[in-house]
């Protein structure tokens, strides 16, 4: 009989916003693609702010089901609040009304597994003190270096990792702070990391120009802004490149209207929101990406880039230690030697092996070494 796996994202794709918690969909599909009964259960709060007329159906829908081989999705669209108890009290109460109905068709999920311990980490914990459901928390969120979190919020955190039967960090970095906060045993499990990434990659043309890529969220802890003023730097000084950037945001108008100012237009390009296929086809026309985030807890687009071949520009954020070295990209410290490390490699670029590259990440992040990971995991538990 397979084993029945409940997820309850506290991130999740949609139609509005189909690379959120994308690192949850993989999830989803690896255990779906390896004879597990998956159901998902997403509680999206979704900001006034982002609310678009597009969107606003989905609010006089009760919830939104979709159903696909092994997996079934289920999305309660609701305004969010910034009265953190009351999402607590929603999420539990909507979530609890689910496992009812779940449990009456189905039987008792095997497990859970939650992604942020805020606020399903705490749902979680309210079922299994209801209904004896074994819980395990993967922790993605950088809000624990960022400040983002008050204090009754990471008393919730706590008390969720306290009770969870298992915690996952995605990096060896988010762990070190983790084990600050909870004495439950904590497993370093990355990110998956999609077939597309594994292609051979497209043998390069000849450029007159190098070409950069960074693929992020326009915010300012991405630090795009900075990024883009290097290469206004280095225009001034007559180097050659081309930048293109994938991602919208907050930030978008500010970089935007720099370019423009100052005569960019031709060197750097803002593509918007692409899907992984599409990410997976740039980086074969891609010399170099680059990370020059403050903090990463995992850098998915990091491990896309080196799989394909595509040695990456890496400023210190923290989670990308766990896997980026010299024999597959550039780590750098500062902005400094960001800017250093760039020109150098419009002037002289070093030599990568890309089959060892490709295997690196194949062996660490791809679906089969993940599952392997999770299969000896949850066999501790159910």
């Given at each position: 009989?397979?084993?029945?796996?409940?997820?309850?994202?506290?991130?999740?794709?949609?139609?509005?916003?189909?690379?959120g918690?994308?690192?949850?969909?993989?999830?989803?599909?690896?255990?779906?693609?390896?004879?597990?009964?998956?159901t998902?259960?997403?509680?999206?709060?979704?900001?006034?702010?982002?609310?678009?007329f597009?969107?606003?159906?989905?609010?006089f829908?009760?919830?939104?089901?979709?159903?696909?081989?092994?997996?079934?999705e289920?999305?309660?669209y609701?305004?969010?609040?910034?009265?953190?108890?009351l999402?607590?009290?929603?999420?539990?109460?909507?979530t609890?009304?689910?496992?009812?109905?779940?449990?009456?068709?189905?039987?008792k999920?095997?497990?859970?597994?939650?992604?942020?311990?805020?606020?399903?980490?705490?749902?979680?914990?309210?079922?299994?003190?209801?209904?004896?459901?074994?819980?395990?928390?993967?922790?993605?969120?950088?809000?624990?270096?960022?400040?983002?979190?008050?204090?009754?919020?990471?008393?919730?955190?706590?008390?969720?990792l306290?009770?969870?039967?298992?915690v996952?960090?995605?990096?060896?970095?988010?762990?070190?702070?983790l084990?600050?906060?909870?004495?439950?045993?904590?497993?370093t499990?990355?990110?998956?990391?999609?077939k597309n990434?594994?292609?051979?990659?497209?043998k390069?043309i000849f450029?007159?120009?190098?070409?950069?890529?960074?693929?992020?969220?326009?915010?300012k802890?991405?630090q795009?802004?900075?990024?883009?003023?290097?290469?206004?730097?280095?225009?001034?000084?007559?180097?050659?490149?081309?930048?293109?950037?994938?991602?919208t945001g907050?930030?978008?108008?500010?970089?935007?209207?720099y370019?423009?100012?100052?005569?960019?237009?031709?060197?750097?390009?803002?593509?918007?929101?692409?899907?992984?296929?599409?990410?997976?086809?740039?980086?074969?026309?891609?010399?170099?990406?680059?990370?020059?985030?403050?903090?990463e807890?995992?850098?998915?687009?990091?491990?896309?880039s080196?799989a394909?071949?595509?040695?990456?520009?890496?400023?210190?954020?923290?989670?990308?230690?766990?896997?980026?070295?010299?024999?597959?990209?550039?780590?750098?410290?500062?902005?400094?030697e960001?800017k250093n490390?760039?020109k150098?490699?419009?002037?002289?670029?070093?030599?990568?092996?890309?089959?060892?590259?490709?295997?690196?990440?194949?062996?660490?992040?791809?679906?089969?070494?993940l599952?392997?990971?999770?299969?000896?995991?949850i066999?501790?538990?159910?």
């Amino acid at each position: 009989m397979k084993k029945k796996i409940l997820i309850l994202p506290a991130e999740y794709p949609t139609n509005d916003n189909p690379l959120g918690g994308i690192f949850t969909k993989d999830q989803t599909n690896m255990f779906a693609n390896n004879g597990y009964d998956v159901t998902v259960f997403y509680n999206y709060f979704i900001s006034l702010k982002k609310l678009k007329f597009s969107n606003l159906g989905n609010f006089f829908i009760t919830n939104k089901i979709k159903k696909f081989k092994n997996t079934i999705e289920i999305t309660n669209y609701l305004f969010s609040t910034y009265f953190h108890f009351l999402k607590l009290k929603l999420d539990y109460y909507l979530t609890k009304k689910f496992i009812n109905s779940y449990i009456l068709k189905k039987g008792k999920p095997d497990l859970i597994i939650c992604h942020f311990a805020f606020p399903t980490g705490n749902t979680a914990k309210k079922i299994f003190e209801e209904y004896n459901i074994p819980y395990i928390i993967v922790e993605h969120s950088t809000g624990y270096f960022t400040g983002v979190y008050n204090h009754y919020q990471i008393k919730v955190i706590k008390s969720a990792l306290n009770y969870s039967t298992s915690v996952v960090a995605v990096s060896s970095f988010l762990k070190k702070k983790l084990m600050k906060m909870t004495t439950t045993k904590i497993s370093t499990i990355g990110n998956i990391v999609e077939k597309n990434f594994f292609l051979n990659r497209k043998k390069n043309i000849f450029k007159k120009k190098k070409i950069f890529l960074i693929i992020s969220e326009l915010v300012k802890k991405k630090q795009i802004m900075k990024l883009v003023k290097i290469f206004k730097e280095l225009r001034d000084e007559n180097i050659k490149f081309k930048l293109n950037i994938i991602g919208t945001g907050p930030e978008y108008k500010n970089i935007i209207d720099y370019i423009k100012l100052n005569n960019l237009e031709k060197n750097i390009t803002i593509m918007g929101v692409k899907n992984k296929k599409q990410i997976s086809k740039m980086l074969d026309k891609t010399d170099n990406l680059i990370s020059c985030s403050k903090v990463e807890t995992f850098g998915i687009t990091i491990a896309e880039s080196i799989a394909k071949g595509v040695p990456p520009i890496v400023l210190n954020s923290g989670g990308p230690t766990d896997f980026i070295n010299l024999s597959n990209s550039y780590p750098v410290n500062s902005f400094n030697e960001l800017k250093n490390k760039i020109k150098s490699v419009i002037e002289k670029p070093r030599s990568f092996n890309k089959k060892k590259m490709n295997n690196f990440i194949f062996n660490k992040f791809s679906e089969k070494a993940l599952i392997k990971k999770y299969n000896m995991l949850i066999k501790e538990i159910i």
